[in-house]
């Protein structure tokens, strides 16, 4: 008995090859602090576009502790 199983080829699409290219709803990428952005506090924009550039440059998803006090200390807080 031979048994013949059809294959259907599975397309794979690498969204990493998308780069640069806009999303359905406007954007170009998802960053963690997008929405604070539009706060009325100007030191809260300011800490949010800090933070957004730091994981840019760094190419980090998440921050630690650590790398969150590198970022307010840069910016001129300390206690």
């Known amino acids: ?5 059809e294959q259907q080829a599975v397309t794979f699409q690498d ?6 290219e806009q999303r359905p709803d406007g954007g170009v990428e998802r960053r963690q602090f997008s929405n604070s ?3 009325e506090n100007e030191d809260v924009n300011e800490l949010a576009q800090a933070i957004d550039q730091y ?5 980090r998803r998440f921050i630690t502790f650590e790398e969150l006090h590198s ?7 300390h206690k």
Do not use: A, D, F
């Open 71 to 77: 970022v307010v200390t840069g910016l001129g807080y």
């Open 15 to 20: 969204r990493r090859q998308n780069r640069g």
């Open 55 to 59: 994981k840019l440059r760094h190419r």
């Open 37 to 39: 952005y539009n706060s």
């Open 1 to 5: 008995m031979n048994q013949v199983t």
